[in-house]
């Protein structure tokens, strides 16, 4: 099971910091991602992270400003957002799976129920 949190209402500029907190299975030999869908559109990589070695993985849009990062000890991945865009406004959901591309969203196999990010301009 994969629990998201951490969505908010912010300012350009502003910072948040997401949450995805893995139970129940072993997620150590895996990739964490997070996705990000806006209304309207489809979901989108945004970053991912191999458990087992921290390699991370970033989509050019947001490099620079997102950081993904993992605490082993919680079992939990962290997004951090800086310097958010009111184009960074979307649902924000953490997933799982034995990936091979990182930006692939159909090779994940669990999902979290996202968290809603809102930017105001």
Request: glycine share 12%; proline share 2%; charged share 20%.
């Amino acid at each position: 099971q994969l629990q998201a949190s951490g969505g908010g209402l912010v300012q350009a500029g502003g910072s948040l910091r997401l949450s995805c907190a893995a139970s129940g299975r072993n997620f150590g030999a895996y990739v964490m991602g997070w996705f990000r869908q806006a209304p309207g559109k489809e979901r989108e990589f945004v970053a991912a992270i191999r458990w087992s070695t921290g390699t991370t993985y970033s989509a050019d849009s947001i490099k620079g400003r997102f950081i993904i990062s993992r605490e082993n000890t919680n079992r939990t991945v962290y997004l951090q957002l800086n310097n958010l865009k009111p184009e960074d406004t979307a649902v924000y959901y953490c997933a799982a799976g034995s990936v091979r591309f990182a930006d692939r969203r159909r090779e994940y196999d669990w999902w979290g129920q996202g968290t809603q990010v809102t930017v105001s301009s």
